[in-house]
């Protein structure tokens, strides 16, 4: 005779919620108990708690708070008293828990627990505002349980969330914490609604002979499920980046973001995309912009190369061009190897600056150097733009910081424009805490 999974639930699991007990340092913002739908040969057998809540203004200055959970039956007739039972706490995005490593996860295993035992979690003040959500699971611990499933092992189940903050990162501002590809979405969004932007609004780098394939959106909405896969790998690349480079404050990533919107005209291109270039462009159509910051001329290439492979091209660059009268190079790269011995014979040869010209597609076609020649570019190439952004937004100030970008003040109002849309939609005004 076949077992009845009902009365095998009911005789030998251990099937907890773990329930969060009331207090005067938290208020509850929405609460229920959900069901967990099981596999095709279970019942539907056991509730989850589900508890949205928020600290007080006075919980959040103590020192310490403590939230209780009280361990209650899922299943009105489940008799094994007791179980396994751990829980998780999760970082809000961008956080992490410095003594698990860095990451954004902990767990902390409970032992054996009974039904109607209260489990504490202390919460310091920097945990009451670092973590998002607490997870309960359960694992059943009964011999009897092992037997009747022929020796087949318990899995861990989940048995109850806490979430902490209606939403954390929409109360908060963007120093130290990575942007989520929800906010991305609008943020561009924002962008082109104040631009007028219509036709264009949906498509995202979808322009230009050489491009990032896993990036492309030509069709659907942006925050279409098949298309916010894409702008994650975006926002996941950018968030990296800014930690890379500790473009981490409000005001660095504001600037970046209005600056990187023009240099890719619109999220659009990553390749400048010119049959012919000015006659300013050391080395040609070749190396025309490329990358987030648009990266131009051979000479800028080779010391992102250089940087790269940890090679010493650009000195040999640098010691045996020609210069001016100031002293300041007056040639590109094919240039100083075509014309000097010496450059060929120290490795600066046309073997070389073809494999260059490979490399240099890169920028446009990988999604690391796009975003890791633009980081490198405005930090350790150019370490004034980073000064330029520290301090403020006035026009003259994003004027000093499109010319530490630019070279110059190519598209400046639009720089002005896109920088201060994204200050303003980002409430930075009123939300940052590192003004």
Known sequence: MGINFYDYVSKYDFVPFAELLSSEDFKVITTGKTSLISTAIRKEYHNKSDVKIEFKPQTLKKEKTILKFKLQKAHQTASDPDGYLRYKLTAVNGQVFVSNHNKNEVEHDLGIKKYNDIIEIAFRKNLMKAVQYIDFYFKDNSNDWFDLKGGMLDKWEHCGRVTIGADKTAMSCHCNRDFTEEEMIEIIYNLRANQKMEKRKEVFFDAGSEFISVLRITEGKLNEEKNRTKIKLFTDELN??????????????????????????????????????????????????RGMKQITHDSNYLKYYDYINETNYSQIYEKYSSKDSKGNIDESVESCMKNNLEARNKGLDNAFYEELKIFAKKLSEDLFHAFNSAGWYSTIFQKKTLTAMDKGFSDEIIKEVTKAINGGDNGLQERINFTIWTKNFLNYDKKCLNK
Do not use: D, W
């Not at 890379?244 to 023009?262: A, D, E, V």
């Open 240 to 289: 990296k980046m800014f930690k890379k480079f500790k473009i981490t404050s409000c005001k660095r990533k504001i600037h970046f973001l209005g600056q990187m919107y023009l240099e890719t005209i619109y999220f659009r291109y990553t390749y400048e995309s010119r049959s012919v270039v000015p006659g300013n462009y050391r080395g040609g159509v070749a190396f025309q912009g």
